[in-house]
Antibody, heavy 117, light 111 residues
Framework: EVQLVESGGGLVQPGGSLRLSCAAS????????MYWVRQAPGKGLGWVSR????????TYADSVKGRFTISRDNAKNTLYLQMNSLRAEDTAVYYC??????????WGQGTLVTVSS | QTVVTQEPSLTVSPGGTVTLTCASS?????????PNWFQQKPGQAPRALIY???NKHSWTPARFSGSLLGDKAALTLSGVQPEDEAEYYC???????????FGGGTKLTVL
C-alpha cells in the first residue's frame, strides 16, 4: 500500500525554524517527484514546493522562496521541508504528495504548523 | 502573481449535472497547464480525481469527467450523489515559472 506520513509539525515562534519530514512507503520513492502543499485553517490549498527524483530540480512558490528548502533522502525514503524565518501566515496543515507525469497522488494526512508567540 | 479562479460555491440537486470551472488570470487554460482536480471533504486530506485535463485515476467514479471548456478547465459531475458534497480544487502548472497554482476552491452543495 502506498503511504505518505508527515511529521515534525508543532508550535513555533515567529522568526523560528522547523523541519518537516514525510516518510514514504509502498512504492519506489526514488522514481517520483515529490511535492509539499499547505492549507491554512479554514482556507484553500496552496502549492509550496516540488523536487525531482534526484534533487537536481527544486522549485518554490514566491511566498516561501528564500525561506523554505525542500530536500529528500532516497536511501531513507524521506522527503523534507526546512522552514526558516517563519511567519504567522505560514500557519497551516502541510501535506506531502507524490507526483508522476503531472498526476499528483496520493497525499499524506498532513502535519499542523502553528506560528505564534 | 497568477491567480486561478473557481466558482466559490455551487448547488446541485441529487441526480443532476453540474460543471465547475477553472480560469487563469494569465489567459486561456490549455492542456499545457496539465489541469488536475481534487476533492476534499471536511477533516480529510485532498483526494485526486482528474489529472492532465481529463484522465481519471483508477478510483475516480465514472460520473466525474474533466475537459477544457472555452478558455477554462472544467470538471463535470453527471448524476450527482449526496456523497459528492465537498470542496473541489483545480491545480494548474505554469511551465515558464515552473510552478503550480491552486484555484480557490468550489464548495459543492448537494441539496
Amino acid at each position: 500500500e502506498v503511504q505518505l506520513v508527515e511529521s515534525g509539525g508543532g508550535l513555533v515562534q515567529p522568526g523560528g525554524s522547523l523541519r518537516l519530514s514525510c516518510a514514504a512507503s509502498g512504492f519506489t520513492f526514488s522514481s517520483y517527484w515529490m511535492y509539499w502543499v499547505r492549507q491554512a485553517p479554514g482556507k484553500g490549498l496552496g502549492w509550496v514546493s516540488r523536487i525531482n527524483s534526484d534533487e537536481s530540480i527544486t522549485t518554490y512558490a514566491d511566498s516561501v522562496k528564500g525561506r523554505f528548502t525542500i530536500s529528500r533522502d532516497n536511501a531513507k525514503n524521506t522527503l523534507y521541508l526546512q522552514m526558516n524565518s517563519l511567519r504567522a501566515e505560514d500557519t497551516a496543515v502541510y501535506y506531502c504528495a507524490r507526483a508522476k507525469d503531472y498526476a499528483i497522488d496520493p497525499w499524506g494526512q498532513g502535519t499542523l504548523v502553528t506560528v505564534s508567540s | 502573481q497568477t491567480v486561478v479562479t473557481q466558482e466559490p460555491s455551487l448547488t446541485v440537486s441529487p441526480g443532476g449535472t453540474v460543471t465547475l470551472t477553472c480560469a487563469s488570470s494569465a489567459g486561456a487554460v490549455t492542456s499545457g497547464h496539465y489541469p488536475n482536480w481534487f476533492q476534499q471533504k471536511p477533516g480529510q486530506a485532498p483526494r485526486a480525481l482528474i489529472y492532465t485535463t481529463s484522465n481519471k485515476h483508477s478510483w475516480t467514479p465514472a460520473r466525474f469527467s474533466g475537459s477544457l471548456l472555452g478558455d477554462k478547465a472544467a470538471l463535470t459531475l453527471s448524476g450527482v450523489q449526496p456523497e459528492d458534497e465537498a470542496e473541489y480544487y483545480c491545480l494548474l502548472f505554469y511551465g515558464g515559472a515552473q510552478l503550480w497554482v491552486f484555484g480557490g476552491g468550489t464548495k459543492l452543495t448537494v441539496l
